[in-house]
């Protein structure tokens, strides 16, 4: 009898067959372009595959061609990563952005209408309205605080409803911790939904990673992440992913191929290691983050908080975070009382948390999103979904709880609040 094993045991052998490579516990890095074929008969076969002009046989595998359409380190890294969402593929891109990008490009076409969450990480902004809209793309967005008829509305407000065709969500949203009701938004776009062409939603699940949150189990078709942040957990490497059904993948690996935005090789050799660890990790950093959004809860010189664990039950985001949820994660935000000088003097202040963008990685990073990673926004819209010269984003790594707070306390005390932002 064969046990099925959680994916935290898999992720050290699944996919991986050691007889292949002279015995290697670990798959080695295949620093290869191309690969040799058994016969002319053989490439046939494989590429008649690859571009498909027939179905597998049964018991055919995918064999290996060229490294722009697949390499044993990536397809290894696959089949691990899409154990964690319970898909039925992935593909792994050389960032976050690129495989964001590329679902964006697959499943839009011009005069089509995309419906996005905001806020949404400052890049993924940029793309959806300053270059979609170029190549004839309709695109409207929605805040956590509109309800199905608010959505529903505003999608029937923009004369383009019939071409609703694509959803970009980002739930926990960047930097704000705003939750999206995936399933709500499911019901609302599956009105518009054709039967030729139904309507495909995506979630950017960075911000939850592949352990606190499914989105794929709440209506979800697509789930995206910035492999770089969580996944690849070190800080010294850009990737990104995206994992669903077969029919959604071969879409968006197809296009892969020819925009040739996949990882390389050792990217992948690299998160195949992270993936053993990914488990630990998380658990480690969300205990930490936890005990830091406690503290940072009762301090008198934070106006507010943003965290998902401290959200208050009986609200209609709690309910979504106890439906989406696995845990509260590890990205905690909060709005320091003044304003920029303010958030800049505690940011220049701290000793142990890093200043840096980015997240996910095992040291802690703190950051100021208003003039760093949402520099891009328009200033109007960052103050409408509450991105502000007061708000700074911590990532809370894997250090000791008690030298995260110390480093955070000294650096508050640091900071002078005006009398007029105090009460």
């Known amino acids: 009898m064969k046990k099925s094993m959680k994916p935290e045991s898999l992720m050290m052998s699944y996919g991986y067959k050691p007889e292949l490579s002279e015995g290697a516990i670990k798959c080695p890095i295949f620093l290869t372009s191309t690969f040799v074929f058994k016969s002319a008969e053989e490439g046939k076969a494989y590429f008649e595959l ?4 027939r179905e597998k046989l049964p018991g055919e595998e995918m ?37 964001i990008s590329t679902v964006l490009l697959e499943f839009l076409k011009p005069g089509d209408l995309l419906l996005y969450s905001s806020p949404t990480y400052g890049g993924t902004d940029h793309f959806i309205n300053h270059f979609l809209p170029k190549i004839g793309v309709h695109t409207v967005g929605f805040t956590s605080e509109m309800d199905a008829q608010e959505i ?38 599956d009105q518009f939904s054709r039967a030729d062409e139904p309507v495909t939603v995506a979630v950017d699940n960075t911000y939850m990673g592949p352990l606190w949150q499914h989105p794929l189990k709440h209506g979800a078709d697509l789930v995206m992440y910035s492999a770089t942040k969580y ?9 990104g992913a995206v994992l669903g059904n077969a029919d ?7 296009l892969r191929t020819f925009l040739g935005n996949m990882a390389s090789p050792h990217t992948g ?3 195949l290691r992270s993936l053993e660890t990914l488990k630990i990790r998380m658990e480690a950093m969300q205990a930490n983050a ?10 008198p010189k934070v106006a507010s908080i943003k965290y998902l664990g401290l959200i208050e039950e009986g609200t209609r985001n709690y309910d979504i975070y106890k439906r989406q949820c696995a845990g509260p994660g590890a990205m905690v935000s909060f709005l320091i009382k003044g304003g920029e000088p303010e958030a800049f003097k505690f940011l220049n202040s701290l000793q142990l948390v890093k200043l840096a963008v980015s997240l996910g990685g095992t040291e802690s990073l703190a950051e100021h999103p208003k003039s760093m990673t949402h520099a891009g926004v328009d200033d109007e819209h960052l103050e409408h979904i509450g991105v502000t010269d007061a708000l700074v984003r911590l990532s809370i790594g894997v250090e000791h709880h008690e030298d995260l707070i110390w480093d955070i306390s000294q650096a508050l005390d640091a900071v002078t609040i005006p009398e007029n932002a105090m009460a």
């Open 152 to 189: 529903t509305d505003a999608i029937k407000a923009t004369g383009h409803a019939d071409r609703l065709q694509h959803v970009h969500l980002e739930t926990p949203a960047n930097p704000t911790n705003s939750l999206i009701d995936i399933e709500m938004v499911r019901s609302v776009v």
């Open 63 to 99: 064999g290996l061609i060229y490294s722009r359409i697949n390499n044993p380190d990536l397809e290894i890294l696959e089949n691990r990563l899409r154990l964690w969402d319970g898909a039925d593929d992935c593909a792994v891109f050389e960032s976050g952005m690129s495989a």
């Open 290 to 299: 936890q005990k830091v959004a406690a503290f940072l809860n009762d301090h």
């Open 248 to 254: 959604l993948m071969l879409r968006v690996k197809t």
């Open 231 to 239: 996944i690849g957990g070190h800080s010294d490497l850009i990737a």
């Open 269 to 271: 050799w690299m998160l």
């Open 50 to 53: 690859a571009y498909g002009k």
